[in-house]
C-alpha cells in the first residue's frame, strides 16, 4: 500500500482531503460532509483514503476547533488570572474602541475571567529591574481561592513582565506547589509592552488550552490506534504548520488556522506559475475570504479581535478578544454556497451571515432545508445542474431550490423564480467584491495589477463576476479548486514565531547589537527545533522588526537582513528607518523623516522546510476539447441574458484546450463558470485561465 502525506481541511460544510504518494507522485482527492465532532471527519477520511489504497505517513491538518470555542461562548473552563495589584481590571478597561460608537446600548464582549476569578498580588518591576518580588504567602491564599472556585487553568499576567520575566515564573513555580492546574505566563505567550494586549492574548491562551489540547491528544490517539504513531502537524494563522505539542501549547496560534491554507496554496501555485501578484478569492459553503500575495510574499497582521464581528468584510474593532499573534491578512463575508438569501423588514432581498451548512444544507440538498441559499440560486439559473456536485455523486433537486426560492423570495417580491435566483448571486458577488476592495484597494494597492485566484467549492462560479467588478481580466483556476485549501497544507514548511521586547530608538542603536538581540532568540529557536528531533542546519530564519514614530501607540513590521561573517553579524540600521519611512507612506499616505524611529520589538520566524509535492503535465491536445469532453448543452443565465452553453467535464480536457464562452465546465470538487466574452485556457498543469474583458 502506497505511503501518502495527507493534508484534512475541515469546513463548516465539507471535509476535503488530499492525499499525496511521494513516490509515485499522485494524488488522490476526497469530499465529504463535515461531522459535528471534528476528529470524526478525520478518522473517516483517513479510513476513505486508506480503502483507496493510501496509507498515512504523515498528517497536516486545518482546524476550526479553536475559533468555534471562542464563537460559541460555552463550555468554556474556568481561568484564574494573576495580576499585579491595581490592575485587576485590565481586561474590563481594555481600550476605548466601542463596537457601535452611537449606539448608547451596546454591549462589549464579557472579559474571558470574570472579576471573580481575577487576583493580585503585590510585586513591581520597573525597567526590566525586580525591585519588589513575589511573596508565597499571597501566592498560598489565591491558590486555596482557586481550588475553592473550581479553576481549571492558571494565567500569569504581571506588569511589566515582558521586560523582565523573574516575577511571573518566580509565581509560577510557587503556584505549582499549591495547585495542581497547567498554569501559563504571559512573557512566555507575548512578551510585549501594552498590558492590556498582552493579557488578553494571554487569557485566550490560557482559556483554549484545555479545549484544544483536549481535542488534539483524543485526535492524536484516535489516529495512532488505527494508523500508527504517524507525524501530525497543525495549520497555524500564520501561514506554517506546527507539531499537535506546539499548537497545545500555544493554542492562539491556530485560531485561524483553516482561512490560511488557501493563502499558501496560491503562493505556491503563484511560485509555480511565476505568478508574483495575486488576489485570493476562496468562497466555500459558510463563507468568502480575500486575500492577497504582494511581489511573491503573503500580507501579515499581527493583531486581530477574536471571535469579534464584522461589517462588510471589515473587523469591528471593540467587538471581539484582542490577539497579538502574526495571521494571514484576510477579509471575509458570510458568502458561501449554504448562505441563506431573505427578505428584511423593509422588503430589501439580503444574504448572509446565516448559512444552511451541511446539516440541512441548502434546499436543493433535500436535508430538511427549506430556505434558500446561494447554492439553490445557482441551480435554478443553470449554473449547476442536478448532476453538478461530486461528478454526480451527490444528488441535489432543482425543483426543491425553485420551490424555496419561489415561496421565500420571488413571491414576497413579485418576481420570477429565476429573476430571484439571479438576484441573490448580483447581491452575493456585490458583497464579495466589496472584500476584494478592502485587501487591495484599502491596503493601498490596485487590483487590476493583480490576477484572481479563485478556488473553494463556489469560487470558480462567482470568479467573473467578482473579477469584473474590479477591473480584473485574468482569473486562474486551480486544478482542483474546491480542495485547494487541503493542497495546501501538504505544501506548508513547519513555522514558529518569536518576539522581543527592545523598546529602542533606532538613532541609539548600531547594526552589531540589534544583530546580537537576534541571535539570543534564534538560539532559542534552534533549541525547540532540536527537542523536536530536527537538526540545527535545517533551520532557516527570517527576522523583522515591529517599528513606530516616538509619538505613535501603534507599529509597522519591517522586514530586516543580516549581513557579515557568522558571530560577527551586523544590521543596516540606516535601511531599517528608510523602510520604515517608505511603510509608513504607503500604509498611511505620509512619512515623517525627521521624527525618530523606534524599535518596539525583535521578531523572528523560524523555518523548517518540509518535502513538497510534485507535478506531472497533462496530456497534450488541440485547442478544441475533444467531443468526449463535452457532457450537455442546458440554458444558463448571465446578467441580462439567457444563452446556450456547452458544458465540459474537466477531467475529460487536455492541455491546450480552449473552451470559449458562454460555456460551464464541472468537475468532482468544483463548477467553473465561462460567461459570453470570456475564453478558458487548460495549461500544462491542468489549471484553468480564464481571460476576458474586464
Given at each position: 500500500m502506497a505511503l501518502s502525506h495527507i493534508g484534512i481541511d475541515i469546513g463548516g460544510t465539507f471535509t476535503d482531503i488530499v492525499a499525496y504518494d511521494e513516490e509515485r507522485g499522485e494524488f488522490t482527492y476526497l469530499k465529504l460532509s463535515s461531522s459535528v465532532n471534528p476528529e470524526e471527519s478525520v478518522i473517516s477520511g483517513l479510513e476513505q483514503i486508506r480503502s483507496a489504497g493510501r496509507e498515512p505517513d504523515v498528517l497536516f491538518h486545518s482546524t476550526t476547533v479553536a475559533t468555534n470555542a471562542l464563537l460559541e461562548r460555552k463550555g468554556w473552563p474556568k481561568v484564574g488570572l494573576i495580576m499585579t495589584s491595581g490592575f485587576r481590571d485590565v481586561l474590563e478597561i481594555g481600550r476605548q474602541n466601542r463596537p457601535e460608537l452611537y449606539n448608547l446600548r451596546t454591549e462589549r464582549p464579557k472579559p474571558i475571567v470574570p472579576r471573580y476569578l481575577r487576583y493580585t498580588i503585590d510585586e513591581k518591576c520597573t525597567r526590566g529591574r525586580i525591585e519588589k518580588g513575589v511573596d508565597e504567602a499571597e501566592i498560598a491564599v489565591i491558590a486555596q481561592q482557586m481550588k475553592t472556585e473550581g479553576v481549571e487553568i492558571a494565567c500569569i499576567s504581571l506588569m511589566n513582565s515582558y521586560s523582565n520575566p523573574s516575577n511571573e515564573h518566580a509565581a509560577r513555580r510557587l503556584l505549582r506547589k499549591h495547585i495542581d492546574v497547567p498554569v501559563i505566563c504571559s512573557s512566555d505567550i507575548d512578551p510585549l509592552p501594552k498590558e492590556f494586549e498582552r493579557t488578553s492574548t494571554s487569557a485566550v491562551n490560557a482559556l483554549l488550552y484545555p479545549i484544544v489540547s483536549t481535542y488534539l491528544s483524543r485526535l492524536r490517539g484516535l489516529i495512532g490506534s488505527r494508523f500508527g504513531a504517524i507525524p501530525i502537524y497543525i495549520m497555524q494563522s500564520d501561514g506554517g504548520a506546527t507539531t499537535i505539542n506546539g499548537a497545545i501549547e500555544k493554542p492562539i496560534s491556530i485560531?485561524?488556522?483553516?482561512?490560511?491554507?488557501?493563502?499558501?496554496?496560491?503562493?505556491?501555485?503563484?511560485?509555480?506559475?511565476?505568478?508574483?501578484?495575486?488576489?485570493?478569492?476562496?468562497?466555500?459553503?459558510?463563507?468568502?475570504?480575500?486575500?492577497?500575495?504582494?511581489?511573491?510574499?503573503?500580507?501579515?497582521?499581527?493583531?486581530?479581535?477574536?471571535?469579534?464581528?464584522?461589517?462588510?468584510?471589515?473587523?469591528?474593532?471593540?467587538?471581539?478578544?484582542?490577539?497579538?499573534?502574526?495571521?494571514?491578512?484576510?477579509?471575509?463575508?458570510?458568502?458561501?454556497?449554504?448562505?441563506?438569501?431573505?427578505?428584511?423588514?423593509?422588503?430589501?432581498l439580503r444574504v448572509g451571515p446565516v448559512s444552511a451548512g451541511s446539516q440541512p444544507g441548502p434546499a436543493c440538498y433535500g436535508r430538511g432545508g427549506t430556505e434558500p441559499t446561494i447554492t439553490d440560486a445557482n441551480l435554478v439559473t443553470g449554473r449547476l445542474e442536478e448532476t453538478s456536485l461530486l461528478s454526480g455523486r451527490m444528488r441535489i433537486s432543482r425543483s426543491m431550490a425553485e420551490e424555496?426560492?419561489?415561496?421565500?423570495?420571488?413571491?414576497?417580491?413579485?418576481?420570477?423564480?429565476?429573476?430571484?435566483?439571479?438576484?441573490?448571486?448580483?447581491?452575493?458577488?456585490?458583497?464579495?467584491?466589496?472584500?476584494?476592495?478592502?485587501?487591495?484597494?484599502?491596503?493601498?494597492?490596485?487590483?487590476?495589477?493583480?490576477?484572481?485566484?479563485?478556488?473553494?467549492?463556489?469560487?470558480?462560479?462567482?470568479?467573473?463576476?467578482?473579477?469584473?467588478?474590479?477591473?480584473?481580466?485574468?482569473?486562474?483556476?486551480?486544478?482542483?479548486?474546491?480542495?485547494?485549501?487541503?493542497?495546501?497544507?501538504?505544501?506548508?514548511?513547519?513555522?514558529?514565531?518569536?518576539?522581543?521586547?527592545?523598546?529602542?530608538?533606532?538613532?541609539?542603536?548600531?547594526?552589531?547589537?540589534?544583530?546580537?538581540?537576534?541571535?539570543?532568540?534564534?538560539?532559542?529557536?534552534?533549541?525547540?527545533?532540536?527537542?523536536?528531533?530536527?537538526?540545527?542546519?535545517?533551520?532557516?530564519?527570517?527576522?523583522?522588526?515591529?517599528?513606530?514614530?516616538?509619538?505613535?501607540?501603534?507599529?509597522?513590521?519591517?522586514?530586516?537582513?543580516?549581513?557579515?561573517?557568522?558571530?560577527?553579524?551586523?544590521?543596516?540600521?540606516?535601511?531599517?528607518?528608510?523602510?520604515?519611512?517608505?511603510?509608513?507612506?504607503?500604509?498611511?499616505?505620509?512619512?515623517?523623516?525627521?521624527?525618530?524611529?523606534?524599535?518596539?520589538?525583535?521578531?523572528?520566524?523560524?523555518?523548517?522546510?518540509?518535502?513538497?509535492?510534485?507535478?506531472?503535465s497533462l496530456r497534450k491536445g488541440g485547442v478544441s476539447p475533444s467531443s468526449a469532453a463535452l457532457k450537455e448543452e442546458r440554458s444558463v443565465y448571465f446578467t441580462g441574458m439567457e444563452r446556450k452553453s456547452r458544458v465540459f467535464v474537466k477531467e475529460r480536457l487536455a492541455a491546450g484546450n480552449i473552451i470559449r464562452g458562454p460555456a460551464v465546465i464541472e468537475q468532482y470538487d468544483s463548477t467553473t463558470l465561462v460567461p459570453p466574452g470570456w475564453k478558458a485556457l487548460i495549461d500544462r498543469w491542468g489549471d484553468i485561465m480564464l481571460r476576458g474583458k474586464a
Amino acid at each position: 500500500m502506497a505511503l501518502s502525506h495527507i493534508g484534512i481541511d475541515i469546513g463548516g460544510t465539507f471535509t476535503d482531503i488530499v492525499a499525496y504518494d511521494e513516490e509515485r507522485g499522485e494524488f488522490t482527492y476526497l469530499k465529504l460532509s463535515s461531522s459535528v465532532n471534528p476528529e470524526e471527519s478525520v478518522i473517516s477520511g483517513l479510513e476513505q483514503i486508506r480503502s483507496a489504497g493510501r496509507e498515512p505517513d504523515v498528517l497536516f491538518h486545518s482546524t476550526t476547533v479553536a475559533t468555534n470555542a471562542l464563537l460559541e461562548r460555552k463550555g468554556w473552563p474556568k481561568v484564574g488570572l494573576i495580576m499585579t495589584s491595581g490592575f485587576r481590571d485590565v481586561l474590563e478597561i481594555g481600550r476605548q474602541n466601542r463596537p457601535e460608537l452611537y449606539n448608547l446600548r451596546t454591549e462589549r464582549p464579557k472579559p474571558i475571567v470574570p472579576r471573580y476569578l481575577r487576583y493580585t498580588i503585590d510585586e513591581k518591576c520597573t525597567r526590566g529591574r525586580i525591585e519588589k518580588g513575589v511573596d508565597e504567602a499571597e501566592i498560598a491564599v489565591i491558590a486555596q481561592q482557586m481550588k475553592t472556585e473550581g479553576v481549571e487553568i492558571a494565567c500569569i499576567s504581571l506588569m511589566n513582565s515582558y521586560s523582565n520575566p523573574s516575577n511571573e515564573h518566580a509565581a509560577r513555580r510557587l503556584l505549582r506547589k499549591h495547585i495542581d492546574v497547567p498554569v501559563i505566563c504571559s512573557s512566555d505567550i507575548d512578551p510585549l509592552p501594552k498590558e492590556f494586549e498582552r493579557t488578553s492574548t494571554s487569557a485566550v491562551n490560557a482559556l483554549l488550552y484545555p479545549i484544544v489540547s483536549t481535542y488534539l491528544s483524543r485526535l492524536r490517539g484516535l489516529i495512532g490506534s488505527r494508523f500508527g504513531a504517524i507525524p501530525i502537524y497543525i495549520m497555524q494563522s500564520d501561514g506554517g504548520a506546527t507539531t499537535i505539542n506546539g499548537a497545545i501549547e500555544k493554542p492562539i496560534s491556530i485560531i485561524e488556522s483553516g482561512p490560511a491554507s488557501g493563502v499558501v496554496s496560491a503562493l505556491y501555485l503563484g511560485n509555480l506559475l511565476g505568478k508574483r501578484n495575486l488576489l485570493t478569492f476562496d468562497m466555500g459553503g459558510t463563507t468568502a475570504k480575500a486575500g492577497i500575495i504582494q511581489n511573491g510574499a503573503v500580507e501579515y497582521s499581527h493583531e486581530f479581535e477574536a471571535a469579534g464581528k464584522t461589517h462588510s468584510g471589515r473587523a469591528v474593532r471593540g467587538s471581539g478578544y484582542p490577539v497579538r499573534f502574526p495571521f494571514i491578512d484576510l477579509a471575509e463575508t458570510s458568502s458561501g454556497g449554504g448562505s441563506i438569501a431573505w427578505i428584511d423588514a423593509g422588503n430589501a432581498l439580503r444574504v448572509g451571515p446565516v448559512s444552511a451548512g451541511s446539516q440541512p444544507g441548502p434546499a436543493c440538498y433535500g436535508r430538511g432545508g427549506t430556505e434558500p441559499t446561494i447554492t439553490d440560486a445557482n441551480l435554478v439559473t443553470g449554473r449547476l445542474e442536478e448532476t453538478s456536485l461530486l461528478s454526480g455523486r451527490m444528488r441535489i433537486s432543482r425543483s426543491m431550490a425553485e420551490e424555496a426560492i419561489r415561496r421565500n423570495i420571488a413571491d414576497r417580491l413579485s418576481i420570477g423564480t429565476v429573476e430571484g435566483g439571479m438576484g441573490i448571486i448580483a447581491i452575493a458577488a456585490n458583497q464579495m467584491a466589496k472584500v476584494m476592495r478592502i485587501v487591495s484597494v484599502e491596503r493601498g494597492y490596485d487590483p487590476r495589477r493583480f490576477e484572481l485566484v479563485a478556488f473553494g467549492g463556489a469560487g470558480p462560479l462567482h470568479a467573473v463576476d467578482v473579477a469584473q467588478s474590479l477591473g480584473i481580466g485574468s482569473i486562474i483556476v486551480p486544478s482542483s479548486p474546491g480542495l485547494f485549501s487541503a493542497y495546501g497544507l501538504i505544501t506548508v514548511d513547519l513555522k514558529r514565531e518569536y518576539r522581543k521586547a527592545l523598546m529602542k530608538t533606532a538613532a541609539d542603536m548600531d547594526g552589531a547589537s540589534l544583530a546580537e538581540g537576534f541571535r539570543e532568540i534564534e538560539e532559542k529557536a534552534l533549541e525547540t527545533a532540536e527537542s523536536e528531533g530536527w537538526n540545527r542546519k535545517a533551520v532557516s530564519f527570517l527576522r523583522s522588526v515591529s517599528a513606530q514614530y516616538s509619538s505613535q501607540g501603534w507599529e509597522l513590521t519591517i522586514p530586516v537582513r543580516m549581513s557579515g561573517r557568522k558571530g560577527s553579524e551586523k544590521m543596516d540600521m540606516d535601511g531599517i528607518t528608510s523602510d520604515f519611512h517608505s511603510r509608513h507612506r504607503q500604509v498611511y499616505g505620509y512619512a515623517s523623516p525627521s521624527d525618530p524611529v523606534n524599535i518596539v520589538s525583535l521578531n523572528l520566524t523560524s523555518l523548517i522546510s518540509l518535502a513538497k509535492p510534485k507535478h506531472s503535465s497533462l496530456r497534450k491536445g488541440g485547442v478544441s476539447p475533444s467531443s468526449a469532453a463535452l457532457k450537455e448543452e442546458r440554458s444558463v443565465y448571465f446578467t441580462g441574458m439567457e444563452r446556450k452553453s456547452r458544458v465540459f467535464v474537466k477531467e475529460r480536457l487536455a492541455a491546450g484546450n480552449i473552451i470559449r464562452g458562454p460555456a460551464v465546465i464541472e468537475q468532482y470538487d468544483s463548477t467553473t463558470l465561462v460567461p459570453p466574452g470570456w475564453k478558458a485556457l487548460i495549461d500544462r498543469w491542468g489549471d484553468i485561465m480564464l481571460r476576458g474583458k474586464a
